[in-house]
């Protein structure tokens, strides 16, 4: 009899769930939907329970077969997936669909620009904008230079003839010192427990990717039970001690700064701990010592004249750290085995680099950034290739008319990069060949410009478009200019997998034999 009784209840919520939802997404009724649809689970049981490669096939898989816009079902949940460059540009560009999407939240970083409900974002990326300006930028170039600098020397202590290196291994803890130095000053990575920090920080950025590819975890209730809870918890308060005391310090100085009547905050009121660096008086593009974003977020007001919160400059931080250290580093490695796979662009990179660097004193600058352009014609083709960040979503806050479809509010899209950079539509029949004249203006002046969205597009695209590509021109840079590459993975046997950002399946195998570009 209670066996009854419970099978009824079951059955009564079940039908009662399955009618709510009929009722909430009656709206997408008619988006062509991905087969097969299994009962009650539908498209759920074909994404989980698979490992983060599998995922990967199956998502590019349905985002390849429909050309303009459909749906996935999680169980009763209807999640829509707009595939052609207009429909991505209105997701993008409408204010009505600015908003993130749950799994966001799991990075625990509320205020932070990158998770940041819409009424917060909207206020605060104006503030931050500024703060990614060309002369900032520009102030970076010698810590950039720096870090690489150190990265070459641990790649000589590590390289041997025949050994294989994975090359991400390097170009991680350079981005890492590279995002920290510029936004927490100099000597943050010789502070007492650095160590610890950087794994924890590991560890906080791995577990959130496997829970947000990990549909069994997104609920709090189970999450919360597991081993990866505890571990990144753990994780977490030390790393958010070990950034308190660096905020708290930075504040205590701006206050002592303030009492000594020191109105120039921004350039003398505290050391950045990054002021070892020649002054470049003549370059009008460049402040006199890099502009330290903690810095910056302890001045900018908000516009009820108040500062930043301490849990806001936290968020704000931790958020520069979780999107621009991963992606930068696993974005040069991939394109740096692009380049060990293809020796003909290799040696053209080369030719530039000893073009705009011509003597083995000569550092990169500003200018030669900018003139780098065959670089970045390199990077931009493997960022399309091998977008790091080739699945994002957004959430509706107001209706959103796409096509025939009305998509009301509170709805989640989900945007796949990685399929849209492979599209023969735009990218002609040759898609999956690596060739970086694609990116030549008169090759691009014709192409969709939502077909290529590395660094997203629209009000809400990442902020650190131009830090990345300095970055990632100066690692990809320092590597060519001491060491030839290769490697022994295939092109065409390359696999990809879902962490937080889109990784190889393997490690990047690269091998490295000096190179004597002056000689
Ligand atoms: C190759 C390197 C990078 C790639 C491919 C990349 C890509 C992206 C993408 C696709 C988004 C939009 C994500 C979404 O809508 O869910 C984004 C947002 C963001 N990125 Fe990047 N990013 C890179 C490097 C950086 C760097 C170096 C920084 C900071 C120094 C940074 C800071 C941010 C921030 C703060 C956001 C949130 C922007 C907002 O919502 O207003 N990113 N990035």
């Not at 819409?118 to 931050?128: A, C, E, I, P």
């Not at 829970?211 to 039970?225: E, G, S, T």
């Not at 302890?298 to 999107?323: C, N, R, V, W």
Request: aromatic share 12%; with cysteine; glycine share 6%.
């Amino acid at each position: 009899m209670a066996l009854l009784i419970t099978l009824a209840l079951l059955g009564g919520i079940w039908l009662a769930l399955y009618i709510y939802c009929r009722i909430r997404f009656g709206f997408a009724r008619n988006i062509p939907e991905v087969e097969p649809l299994r009962f009650f689970f539908g498209n759920g049981l074909d994404f989980a329970q698979k490992n983060s490669y599998e995922i990967f096939v199956s998502i590019n898989r349905v985002f390849r077969e429909y050309k303009r816009i459909f749906k996935i079902s999680f169980g009763p949940i209807k999640v829509i997936c707009p595939t052609h460059p207009d429909l991505i540009q209105k997701v993008l560009c409408n204010s009505a669909s600015m908003d993130k999407p749950y799994v966001y939240d799991f990075t625990r970083m509320g205020s932070g620009l990158l998770t940041a409900p819409y009424d917060t974002w909207k206020v605060h990326r104006k503030l931050l904008n500024p703060t990614f300006n060309t002369r900032i930028l520009n102030s970076f170039i010698p810590i950039f230079n720096d870090c690489a600098d150190k990265m070459i020397e641990s790649i000589k202590e590590h390289a041997a003839p025949g050994k294989v290196l994975n090359i991400l291994e390097f170009t991680s803890p350079c981005t890492l010192a590279m995002i920290c130095r510029t936004s927490l000053g100099g000597k943050v990575l010789e502070r007492e427990g650095t160590q610890k920090f950087v794994e924890g920080l590991e560890i906080i950025l791995s577990n959130v990717g496997l829970r947000m590819f990990n549909a069994n975890l997104h609920p709090d209730i189970v999450y919360r039970f597991t081993r990866f809870y505890r571990k990144e918890m753990e994780s977490r308060k030390f790393c958010y001690a070990f950034t308190d005391k660096i905020i708290v310090e930075k504040q205590q100085e701006l206050a002592e700064a303030k009492a000594k009547g020191k109105q120039d905050t921004n350039n003398n009121a505290n050391d950045s701990g990054n002021d070892n660096f020649e002054e470049e008086e003549d370059d009008l593009l460049s402040y006199k010592k890099p502009q330290i974003f903690i810095d910056q977020l302890l001045t900018i007001p908000l516009p009820d004249g108040k500062p930043f919160s301490h849990k806001e400059i936290s968020d704000h931080i931790y958020t520069m750290i979780a999107a621009g250290n991963e992606t930068s580093a696993t974005q040069a490695a991939h394109t740096l085995m692009y380049l060990a796979m293809h020796p003909e662009v290799q040696e053209k990179a080369v030719k530039e680099i000893k073009e705009l660097l011509p003597t083995p004193e000569s550092t990169i600058t500003s200018e030669v950034m900018k003139n780098m352009v065959y670089m970045e014609r390199i990077i931009k083709e493997s960022q399309r290739l091998a977008p790091v960040a080739a699945v994002y979503g957004r959430k509706t806050i107001a209706d959103l008319q796409l096509d025939q479809f009305t998509i009301p509010k509170g709805n989640i899209f989900v945007l796949n990069i990685f399929a849209l950079h492979r599209r023969k539509e735009y990218w002609g029949e040759d898609a999956d060949l690596f060739n970086p004249d694609r990116f030549l203006p008169e090759n691009s002046k014709n192409r969709h410009l939502f077909a290529y969205l590395p660094f997203s597009g629209g009000n809400r695209g990442c902020i650190g478009n131009r830090y990345a590509m300095m970055s990632m021109k100066t690692i990809v840079t320092a590597i060519l200019r001491n060491f030839k590459i290769t490697t022994d993975l295939q092109y065409e046997k390359i696999e990809f997998k879902f962490k937080v950002s889109m990784h190889l399946s393997g490690p990047h195998r690269t091998f490295v034999e000096p190179r004597n570009l002056y000689g």
